[in-house]
């Protein structure tokens, strides 16, 4: 059957395979792939790729599927309209997963950048930045104010400019209140405007997070902030060039950022004690260096910034691997009894969690360290093999950098539930995120919540499937779709669309792994 069958109204129209040809075009480029890659892909040659793009090659419904398949992305639909409202998955478990699979460049720190770019007057451009939701929430934002952005053909670099006035009554204020890191915001403009209204910051359901860390930093700079009517008003009465020690009550990463954003133009040196040293931050300083900023203290909890009025630099800035992803792939593979190499891990940031999944058991082939493309960040290629886990002896805690990963501690609770023996989950930092880790019980997990931080996981489990609605946070909502995987049977994971957030094809990537993942709408 060819698509014009399909297209019954439109049966002979050549612009029906311009329009496919576009659609496989746009496909491609937002997965980052050249046009020999997806033939690659599809085991047919490029010029066959130059053809269907330009709407010269007649298709057939198997050669539109595999096209789908290989750009994972539905590139037509048959039947009354095409898919809209919210995602689910139809998972398959109970298969190990094989082969290898290589982790992208970190959301936290695309966020940072994407709004430190707002401090450079010349030409920001942001190699192999993650292509997920968070990034273009942020991007429409920018867009919005008035800075172009613009991705390089296959879609991976994007380069920033900046324009000398920025449109803020024109802002995208829905985009910018479904991220929380529009309040980096805050850093960049204090030295533009004196007066300004941002809305306010959104994001996952994790409970409070107040922005009241952000004040704190940010007042030795001049800034007072009203929150009124959705938005944050600013005003900015700057006293004069002085140096500055700015001691933070939380060690936090956006406001270490932000204190590094509003410190980097001023005509001063400010000191950031009790700031975190963990990986976006390390990558915000990198890209900041290469700025003309001065910052000593890199990786540590001291940092020393002598700032500069103008920074005008075309810099080009390679965001590292993001451990966070790592730690969600190695899980994938450790909860389906899989041998699996995770490629490119920031084991830099990974130490303390590969340290207790060796305690636990799990037998880990650690590739000698080389550095990530930002020529700083520590990164190794790790092997996992199927092995016997048993519960850790003591709690399972997070810690600023560089202890455990607040972000990498939900996983624990998945690999907790698939080892032997009870594991102690305390997640002191978010009030409602181990909440959703009891969402596990669903598939026949024993997660017992002791209090909104504490949860108590006594395993083995034998995974069993089930249909569950995606709970309102991040990684709790990669952890049900990781224990999935582990389960006998078919699954269903509904209202999946909060994963694109923060993941880059999760779903294609795993089942090029071997998955059998199958995403669908209502
Ligand atoms: C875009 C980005 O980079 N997001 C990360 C960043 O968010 P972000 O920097 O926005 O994190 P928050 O400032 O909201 O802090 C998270 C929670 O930790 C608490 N807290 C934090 C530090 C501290 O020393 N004491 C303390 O109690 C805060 O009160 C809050 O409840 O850091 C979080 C905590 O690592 C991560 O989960 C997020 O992925
Ligand atoms: C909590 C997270 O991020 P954000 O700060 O963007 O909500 C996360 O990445 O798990």
């Given at each position: 059957m060819t698509v014009t069958d399909l297209l019954p109204e439109t049966a002979g129209d050549a612009s029906v395979m311009q329009r496919i040809g576009v659609l496989v075009r746009d496909a491609r480029r937002h997965r980052g792939l050249t046009q020999l890659q997806l033939a690659e892909r599809l085991g047919t040659s490029q010029s066959a790729v130059a053809r269907i793009e330009q709407g010269g090659q007649n298709l057939t419904l198997e050669l539109l599927g595999r096209l789908s398949a290989a750009l994972g992305s539905?590139?037509?639909?048959?039947?009354?309209?095409?898919p809209s409202g919210p995602t689910h998955l139809r998972v398959t478990g109970g298969r190990t997963l094989h082969g290898s699979v290589t982790v992208k460049s970190s959301k936290n720190a695309a966020v940072a950048l994407l709004c430190a770019a707002l401090l450079n007057r010349g030409r920001t451009t942001l190699r192999n930045l993650a292509r997920i939701v968070e990034v273009d929430r942020i991007l429409d934002v920018l867009r919005s104010i008035g800075v172009e952005a613009t991705w390089d053909a296959a879609g991976r670099d994007l380069t920033l400019v900046v324009p000398?006035?920025?449109?803020?009554?024109?802002?995208d204020a829905d985009a910018a209140r479904r991220t929380r890191s529009i309040i980096m915001f805050l850093g960049p403009l204090l030295h533009r405007y004196e007066d300004f209204r941002l809305p306010y910051a959104g994001g996952c359901d994790l409970g409070t997070r107040t922005v009241e860390p952000h004040m704190i930093a940010l007042r030795p700079f001049g800034l007072q902030v009203q929150a009124h009517g959705g938005e944050y008003q600013a005003t900015v009465r700057a006293d004069g060039a002085h140096d500055r020690t700015i001691v933070l009550t939380e060690r936090g990463d956006t406001v270490t950022e932000n204190a590094l954003l509003a410190a980097a133009r001023s005509d001063s040196t400010t000191t950031i004690r009790n700031a975190s040293s963990n990986y976006m931050v390390q990558d915000l300083c990198l890209y900041l260096q290469r700025l003309g900023v001065d910052i000593q203290g890199l990786g540590t909890t001291t940092l020393v910034v002598r700032g500069r009025p103008v920074l005008d630099a075309d810099v080009d800035y390679t965001i590292s691997e993001d451990p966070v992803e790592a730690m969600s792939l190695l899980t994938a593979g450790i909860v389906t009894d899989s041998e699996v190499t995770v490629c490119r891990a920031p084991v830099e940031f990974l130490e303390i969690e590969l340290a207790v999944l060796a305690e636990m058991g799990l037998r880990i082939e650690r590739s000698p360290d080389y550095l990530a493309d930002n020529g700083h960040t520590r990164l190794a290629d790790l092997t996992i093999r199927p092995s016997a886990l048993a519960a850790p002896i003591d709690k399972i805690h997070p810690m600023p950098f560089p202890g455990l990963n607040i972000d990498n501690l939900p996983f624990f609770a998945v690999i907790a539930a698939h080892a032997a023996g009870e594991t102690l989950i305390h997640?002191?930092?978010?009030?409602?995120?181990?909440?959703?880790?009891?969402?596990l019980t669903r598939l026949g997990a024993n997660v017992r919540l002791l209090d909104p931080h504490r949860v108590l996981v006594t395993g083995p489990t034998r995974w069993s499937s089930a249909e569950v609605v995606c709970p309102p946070a991040l990684r709790p909502a990669v952890c049900i779709l990781l224990a999935m995987l582990a389960a006998k049977g078919t699954s269903v994971l509904r209202?999946?669309?909060?994963?694109?957030r923060g993941y880059e094809h999760l779903y294609e990537r795993l089942v090029e792994m071997g998955a059998d993942i199958e995403v669908f709408h209502d």
């Open positions: 539905e590139l037509i639909s048959v039947g009354p309209s095409t000398d006035e920025l449109d803020l009554a024109g802002i997640d002191w930092v978010y009030d409602n995120r181990a909440i959703h880790l009891s969402d209202n999946v669309d909060i994963i694109a």
